[in-house]
C-alpha cells in the first residue's frame, strides 16, 4: 500500500481482517480520503478510489473519464492492459459510446427479458435438486459448493447452450479468472483464455449449422444480421456473460444468506411475509453486494477531485460496496433491511454500464431463497460467523465456504 495514513504499517486493501470486514475502513474514507490513491500489492499499479455514491453515480456520465483501453496513450495501454487478451476484451464493460451503444443493441436484441423471464420453471427446478443435494449432505455442508456456485453455472451454460458435460469446465475457467493477480496466476489464466477461446470458436461454428433454441445461436443471427460484431466482439460478449454470470450470483447467494442468518429478525419477516424477498434481494444487493471495485477509467485531462489532484489518464476506480453504505444516500446504511425502501443501489453499476445480466441474477436470487425458505425451515449457519474465511479479492466480494446446518 501507499504510506496513506488510512491505513496502518502492512496493512492493506487486501489485508484479511479487512476482507472480513471492509466497512469501517470505507466509512472513514468516504469521510476523510473520498478520492485516495491506492497501490496494487500484487501487481505494483496505482489507483485513485472513489467511494462516495455521488461519485459513483456521476462518473459515468462524466465526459472526462473513458474506459476504452483503445483510447489511451500506447504507454498506459501498455501498464495497465498488456495481460489482457484482445479476443476477450472487446466487451460492453470496457467500451464507451458509440461502440458501446452499437454492442449493447445488438446483444440485448437476444438478451431479451422475456428469454430471462421464461427461464423460472428451470431455475426452480435447478435450485429444488441442488437443495436435494445439500440436504443429503447434511448439517456442515457448504452452501457455496453445493448450491451457490452451481446454480448460476448451470443455468448460464444452459442460455448459452453450452453442453451440460462441459459446465464442470466452464465453472473452472471462471474461477481462474477472478484468481487474485500473481505472476504464476497470470499465466494460468493465460493458458485458459486460450483454452476458451478455442472452445468458443468451435462452439460458434456448430451452432451455425445447427441453431438451436439458445443465447448463442441469437448471438449469431444477431451478428449475421448486417454483420456488425465482430468475431472478437462476440466471443468477447459470452466471456462476460458467462464470468460475470458465475461470479455475481454465486457471491450474491452467499453473502445475502450469511446477512440473513446473521440478522434472524429480518429472515423470520421473511419468513411471515414472502413477498419481501425481492425487496429482500435488493437489500443484500445494497448491504453485503457481489462486487466492490469497478473497472478502471481514465480522465482525458488533469482534473481536481476532492482536493486531490488526478492527472490525465491515471486509473481511477469506484467502489461499489463503499458507496452503497454511504449515510448521505441510505439512512441507517449500516442496518439491514429486508423491507427497505427507496433503495437505489449501485451493487449493479449505474447508467449505461449498469449490468446487462442483473434482471438474470436477480431472478436468480429470487428463486433460490423462495426454495430456501420453503424447504429449509430451520436452516442456521455450522461455524460461528468470525471463523469464515472471505477470498483475497477486493475485485469481488465473496467467501471462501458457508456451512450450513438444518
Known sequence: MTASPLFAEGETLWSPHVRANPFPLYKRMREEFPAARIT????????????????????????????????????????????????????????????????????????????????????????????????????????????????????????????????????????????????DAQEKTREVHQLFIKYLEDLFEQRRQQPGDDLISALLAVQEQGERLSAEELTSM???????????????????????????????????????????????LRYCGPFELSILRFPKEDLELHGQRIQAHEAVRVNYLAADRDAAQFPDPDRFDVGRTPNKHVAFGHGIHFCLG?????????????????????LRLATAP?????????????????????
Not at 386 to 406: C, D, H, K, N, Y
Open 40 to 183: 496494487d500489492p500484487a501487481t505494483g499499479m496505482h489507483f485513485w478510489l472513489l467511494t462516495r455514491y455521488a461519485d459513483v453515480v456521476s462518473i459515468v456520465r462524466d465526459p472526462r473519464f473513458t474506459q476504452d483501453p483503445s483510447r489511451l496513450p500506447d504507454e498506459v495501454r501498455q501498464r495497465y492492459f498488456s495481460h489482457k487478451n484482445r479476443a476477450l476484451s472487446q466487451h460492453l464493460v470496457t467500451a464507451d459510446p458509440p461502440d458501446h451503444t452499437r454492442r449493447r443493441s445488438l446483444v440485448s436484441k437476444a438478451f431479451t427479458p422475456r428469454r430471462i423471464e421464461e427461464l423460472r420453471p428451470r431455475i426452480m427446478a435447478i435450485c429444488s435438486a441442488l437443495l436435494e443435494k445439500l440436504k443429503a449432505q447434511g448439517s456442515g455442508a457448504d452452501f457455496l459448493e453445493v448450491l451457490a456456485f452451481p446454480l448460476p453455472v448451470m443455468v448460464i451454460t444452459e442460455l448459452l447452450g453450452i453442453p451440460s458435460e462441459d459446465q464442470d469446465r466452464f465453472r473452472e475457467w471462471s474461477q481462474t479468472f477472478f484468481t487474485p493477480p500473481s505472476k
Open 238 to 284: 459470452v466471456f462476460v456473460l458467462l464470468v460475470g454470470g458465475y461470479e455475481t450470483t454465486g457471491n450474491l447467494l452467499g453473502n445475502g444468506l450469511l446477512a440473513l442468518l446473521q440478522h434472524p429478525e429480518q429472515l423470520q419477516r421473511l419468513r411471515e411475509d414472502r413477498s419481501l424477498i425481492p425487496s429482500a434481494v435488493e437489500e443484500m
Open 358 to 378: 442483473a434482471p438474470l441474477a436477480r431472478l436468480e436470487a429470487i428463486v433460490a431463497f423462495e426454495v430456501l425458505l420453503e424447504r429449509l425451515p430451520e
Open 386 to 406: 468470525e471463523t469464515l474465511a472471505w477470498r483475497p479479492s477486493a475485485q469481488s466480494r465473496g467467501l471462501v465456504s458457508l456451512p450450513v446446518a438444518f
